[in-house]
Each structure stands twice: as structure tokens, then as C-alpha cells.
């Protein structure tokens, strides 16, 4: 099938992402006529989008008004951005889809996070499972690439560019395998164990939080939500047990367990090229689950062979101070947000993926941007929203060649293709191998060897401590 044009962007939400990718989408679709649709259109955001000609549309959208908002924006050249907070998935899916749109998002949205519902059933695997559930059916429809931002996205295909670089350097053959058996069977022959997303951003922003406000270089509403759900990981074959509160869920495929205790009190060691060793939060996220289910050998429910798979971030030190202010389930004490953007002086987001074998050491796979590159690359970002900005515009490419895909996760398309397109803007892209392990003289890396503690709280920082680099 020819590749489809795209005349018309739709950005559903304009925040902090929806803002970053204004100016790539200026480089990448000069000639596309972009419509920018917010609930909260302050000065500075209709400025932004005067800058670079798109239509503003001061609206909700909701349950009741997504289809009269949204359908008189969607034709067969259109590409659908879902870039809100608890903006749903698949309703915007199925809208776009009867009207031959594109689309993409960078995160599975239920339509409320507060709407009552038990936190089961919100969780990163409730949602991904209510997906692959509504997908089946769909596969010759139009494209809608789900879950596809940084990370979860990108960092699936930095995954197998990551095993293919392993593969290499244990004297494996590294002939990209041309299906989901064959990248699992090549993980399990690597006896690849441990799959982190290890990422470390340094980026500091000095004098901030202020009492009370939580800072973040990407959304503060978004990360608030993760840090308070459970956290969950993909569960690998190698381990020996369930570790203290984890759970299967029970439904599905089992590829994941969750903790009966929010991501924000779960620590866990991680390694990165950068920073070497560091504590990080074993975050809730899509790609935890995705991941591990990728790489499964046999039928996903009945594994002879997965990987452990899970999200270690180490936000900026005035993320962590800011975390401070959140209870065990709640956020009663945050007054206020900040996205942290030019406030941010130096540092590096550094983000990849941790591949651990049990015959072969680790590998680290990822990026190095830091701020100022990130700044003379594209104007209104941080390392992280470039990191994130640029990762959909590379999908969005892979979308237009591939436009009768259905509904489509990261792991799933083509890694040499999309990082192509990528790299430029998450370069110095750089690969570390290293004999790191979480425990020395440990070897198993069973979950249990990286898990720091069952319920600390957030480390409380100084203004002096947030000030360094």
C-alpha cells in the first residue's frame, strides 16, 4: 500500500507535549494545516499556536461531545494526536477509524481516573488489556499507533536494537529476526533476564519547588497519577517467587504482577551510562507490560521463557523534592504545578534500556540529550519533550507507510525504521556493555536482588541540594 499524506494534524490536548511538537511538525509536515483543541487556552498557548499558524479550539472534550468536537476535524488525511490526560483511547480510536484518520497517542487514557472506579481496574495492565481486547477486529482498519510516546514507545524499539547489540557482542548472529517468535526466541537464547527502561534526568531547574509545588519536566498531573498507582512489572520466567505484596492479576495474559503499594514508595537499583549505578522508582508504565509480553516464548499465559521487565526513573532533584509533598494515595497537599522547561539551567535526560543476561553482562541502549541541544534543536522543549515530541513524529512516519495497520503497540513495528527517523533527535545516542549487578556476588537477578525497600518515602531535598547539577 502507498504511504498516505497527511494534510491535516488534530492535537487533542495542548500541554506540555502538544506544545513541544508544534515546532517539529513545522519541519516534518510543512504543508499540514494543524488544529490545536484545549479546555485551557491562556496567553501563552495562543500565542504558541499563532507561531506556527494552527487553529485553536478553546473546548473540552468529554464522553458526551468528543464526536461533535472531533468529527468535523477527521477526514482520510488526517492524523489524530490524543496528547490528554484522561482523553479515552479508544473512543477517539474507534471516532478516527470511521473516518480513515490516523491516529496515535502517547499513553492508553481511560476517560476519568477519579470517576470511582477500584484502582484495578484503572491500572496500566486493566487498560492495556481492554485494548488488545478491542483491537481484535480491527486489524485491517486504519493506523492507530497506542502508547507510543518516549517511553512507553520508543524505548520498545531501543529494546531490540539493544539485543541485536548484544547479540553481537556475545558472537551471536544479530540478523534482525522478522517476527514477535523470533525476537523472543533471540532474548531467551541471550538468557536475557532483567529489561529495565533505566532512565536518569538531570536536568536542574535551581530554587524550585516552591512550598507546596510539584515540578516536573514533562506533565505534573501525569506523573502525580503514576507515582500514586500501584507500581506493576512485567514478571519474568526466572523468577523464584512472587516478591512481599505482589500479585498476578489473574485475567489476561499474566504477563505482569503488581505491588500493593503506589510506584512512589517502590525503589529499586537501576545503571545507566552516564551515572553508573543509582537508585531510581520503579514507576508504573504501558511498556512494562508490553515488553515483557513481546519477548515471551510459548503462549504468553504459559511462558517457557520471559523477561522481567519494568520502568527505574530517577526524576530531576526538584522532581523528587517535589514528591515530598504526595501522601501514600494522595496529592491533598500539592497546591500547585509547574512544567519545568526554561527554568531548567543545565543537565541530561538520560534515557535507554537495560538489557541483563545471565551469560552475557548487560548492555545500556539509549540517550544523552541534554538541555541545550535539546534548545537549538527545537524551540519550547526540554531534553524530555523532545525525547517524547520527536518519537511521535518518527511514529507518525511509519504510520503514513504502514496506514492499514489497526490499532498497533511500539513492539510491534519496525525498530530500524522508526529510530531512523528518531535519532536525530535523540541523539548522542551511545551503547555501554558493563558487568553491573544490583548485588555483588548475585548472579540470578531475580526481582528481589534489585528491590531497595517496600515503603520509603520520597528523599526530601534541600534548596541547596536542588540547585546542583
Given at each position: 500500500?502507498?504511504?498516505?499524506?497527511?494534510?491535516?494534524?488534530v492535537?487533542?490536548?495542548f500541554?506540555?507535549?502538544?506544545?513541544?511538537?508544534l515546532?517539529?511538525?513545522?519541519?516534518?509536515?510543512?504543508?499540514?494545516?494543524?488544529?490545536?483543541?484545549?479546555r485551557?487556552?491562556?496567553?501563552h498557548?495562543?500565542?504558541?499556536?499563532?507561531?506556527?499558524?494552527?487553529?485553536?479550539?478553546?473546548a473540552?472534550?468529554?464522553?458526551?461531545?468528543?464526536?461533535?468536537?472531533?468529527?468535523?476535524?477527521?477526514?482520510?488525511?488526517?492524523?489524530?494526536?490524543?496528547?490528554?490526560?484522561?482523553?479515552c483511547?479508544?473512543?477517539?480510536i474507534?471516532?478516527?477509524?470511521?473516518?480513515?484518520?490516523?491516529?496515535?497517542d502517547?499513553?492508553?487514557?481511560?476517560?476519568?481516573y477519579?470517576?470511582?472506579?477500584?484502582?484495578?481496574?484503572?491500572?496500566?495492565?486493566?487498560?492495556?488489556?481492554?485494548?488488545?481486547?478491542?483491537?481484535?477486529?480491527?486489524?485491517?482498519?486504519?493506523?492507530?499507533?497506542?502508547?507510543?510516546?518516549?517511553?512507553?514507545?520508543?524505548?520498545?524499539?531501543?529494546?531490540?536494537?539493544?539485543?541485536?547489540?548484544?547479540?553481537?557482542?556475545?558472537?551471536?548472529?544479530?540478523?534482525?529476526?522478522?517476527?514477535?517468535?523470533?525476537w523472543?526466541?533471540?532474548?531467551?537464547?541471550?538468557d536475557?533476564?532483567?529489561?529495565?527502561?533505566?532512565?536518569?534526568?538531570?536536568?536542574?531547574?535551581?530554587?524550585?519547588?516552591?512550598?507546596?509545588?510539584?515540578?516536573n519536566?514533562?506533565?505534573?498531573?501525569?506523573?502525580?497519577?503514576?507515582?500514586?498507582?500501584?507500581a506493576?512489572?512485567?514478571?519474568?520466567?526466572?523468577?523464584?517467587?512472587?516478591?512481599?505484596?505482589?500479585?498476578?492479576?489473574?485475567?489476561?495474559?499474566?504477563?505482569?504482577?503488581?505491588?500493593?503499594?503506589?510506584?512512589?514508595?517502590?525503589?529499586?537499583?537501576?545503571?545507566?551510562?552516564?551515572h553508573?549505578?543509582?537508585?531510581?522508582?520503579?514507576?508504573?508504565?504501558?511498556?512494562s507490560?508490553s515488553?515483557?509480553?513481546?519477548?515471551s516464548?510459548?503462549?504468553?499465559?504459559?511462558?517457557?521463557?520471559?523477561?522481567?521487565?519494568?520502568?527505574?526513573?530517577?526524576?530531576?532533584?526538584?522532581?523528587?523534592?517535589?514528591?515530598?509533598?504526595?501522601?501514600?494515595?494522595?496529592?491533598?497537599?500539592?497546591?500547585?504545578?509547574?512544567?519545568?522547561?526554561?527554568?531548567i539551567?543545565?543537565?541530561?535526560?538520560?534515557?535507554?534500556?537495560?538489557l541483563?543476561?545471565?551469560?552475557?553482562?548487560?548492555?545500556?541502549?539509549?540517550?544523552?540529550?541534554?538541555?541545550?541541544?535539546?534548545?537549538?534543536?527545537?524551540?519550547?522543549?526540554?531534553?524530555?519533550?523532545?525525547?517524547?515530541?520527536?518519537?511521535?513524529?518518527?511514529?507518525?512516519?511509519?504510520a503514513?507507510?504502514?496506514?492499514?495497520?489497526?490499532?498497533?503497540?511500539?513492539?510491534?513495528?519496525?525498530?530500524?525504521?522508526?529510530?531512523e527517523?528518531?535519532?536525530?533527535?535523540?541523539?548522542?545516542?551511545?551503547?555501554r556493555?558493563?558487568?553491573?549487578t544490583?548485588?555483588?556476588?548475585?548472579?540470578?537477578?531475580?526481582?528481589?536482588?534489585?528491590?531497595?525497600?517496600?515503603?520509603?518515602?520520597?528523599?526530601?531535598?534541600?534548596?541547596?541540594?536542588?540547585?546542583l547539577?
Open positions: 500500500m502507498s504511504s498516505k499524506r497527511i494534510e491535516h494534524i492535537i487533542v490536548g500541554g506540555c507535549i502538544g506544545q513541544a511538537i515546532p517539529l511538525l513545522a519541519q516534518a509536515h510543512p504543508e499540514a494545516a494543524v488544529t490545536v483543541v484545549d485551557a487556552m491562556d496567553a498557548r495562543l500565542a504558541l499556536a499563532r507561531q506556527y499558524r494552527a487553529t485553536q479550539l478553546h473540552t472534550v468529554a464522553p458526551d461531545n468528543f464526536a461533535r468536537v472531533l468529527s468535523p476535524l477527521l477526514g482520510a488525511q488526517t492524523c489524530l494526536l490524543n496528547l490528554a490526560p484522561a482523553v483511547s479508544r473512543d477517539l474507534a471516532l478516527a477509524q470511521a473516518h480513515h484518520a490516523l491516529y496515535l502517547s499513553g492508553i487514557e481511560p476517560w476519568d477519579e470517576d470511582g472506579a477500584p484502582s484495578s481496574h484503572l491500572s496500566n495492565y486493566a487498560l492495556r488489556s481492554e485494548m488488545l481486547a478491542f483491537a481484535r477486529g480491527r486489524e485491517r482498519m486504519s493506523t492507530a499507533l497506542v502508547a507510543h510516546g518516549a517511553n512507553p514507545g520508543l524505548v520498545s524499539l531501543l529494546a531490540k536494537a539493544a539485543l541485536l547489540k548484544l547479540a553481537r557482542h556475545a558472537g551471536a548472529p544479530d540478523t534482525p529476526p522478522q517476527d514477535q517468535a523470533g523472543a526466541r533471540l532474548a531467551r537464547r541471550l536475557v533476564r532483567v529489561i529495565q527502561v533505566a532512565e536518569h534526568d538531570s536536568q536542574c531547574a535551581p530554587g524550585y519547588p516552591a512550598h507546596g509545588e510539584f515540578a519536566t514533562w506533565s505534573a498531573d501525569g506523573f502525580i497519577t503514576e507515582c500514586l498507582q500501584d506493576e512489572l512485567g514478571w519474568g520466567s526466572h523468577e523464584p517467587a512472587l516478591p512481599a505484596g505482589g500479585r498476578r492479576h489473574g485475567y489476561g495474559s499474566d504477563a505482569a504482577i503488581v505491588l500493593d503499594r503506589p510506584g512512589h514508595r517502590t525503589r529499586v537499583r537501576s545503571w545507566s551510562a552516564l553508573g549505578p543509582f537508585d531510581a522508582y520503579l514507576i508504573t508504565h504501558n511498556e507490560i515488553i515483557a509480553e513481546y519477548f516464548c510459548a503462549t504468553p499465559c504459559e511462558p517457557h521463557y520471559r523477561p522481567t521487565a519494568y520502568y527505574a526513573y530517577r526524576p530531576t532533584r526538584a522532581t523528587m523534592a517535589s514528591m515530598q509533598w504526595l501522601g501514600e494515595r494522595d496529592a491533598s497537599r500539592i497546591a500547585s504545578h509547574r512544567i519545568l522547561k526554561d527554568e539551567v543545565d543537565g541530561v535526560d538520560e534515557l535507554g534500556v537495560l541483563m543476561s545471565g551469560r552475557h553482562g548487560a548492555v545500556w541502549h539509549g540517550s544523552q540529550l541534554d538541555i541545550h541541544r535539546a534548545r537549538a534543536l527545537a524551540p519550547h522543549n526540554s531534553a524530555t519533550s523532545l525525547q517524547v515530541a520527536s518519537s511521535i513524529v518518527a511514529a507518525m512516519r511509519w503514513q507507510a504502514n496506514p492499514a495497520r489497526g490499532v498497533t503497540e511500539s513492539d510491534a513495528m519496525d525498530h530500524h525504521v522508526v529510530l527517523h528518531a535519532a536525530g533527535w535523540w541523539a548522542p545516542l551511545v551503547t556493555f558493563t558487568d553491573w544490583p548485588r555483588p556476588g548475585r548472579r540470578s537477578l531475580a526481582f528481589d536482588e534489585f528491590l531497595i525497600t517496600a515503603s520509603a518515602p520520597a528523599p526530601t531535598l534541600s534548596a541547596a541540594e536542588i540547585a547539577p
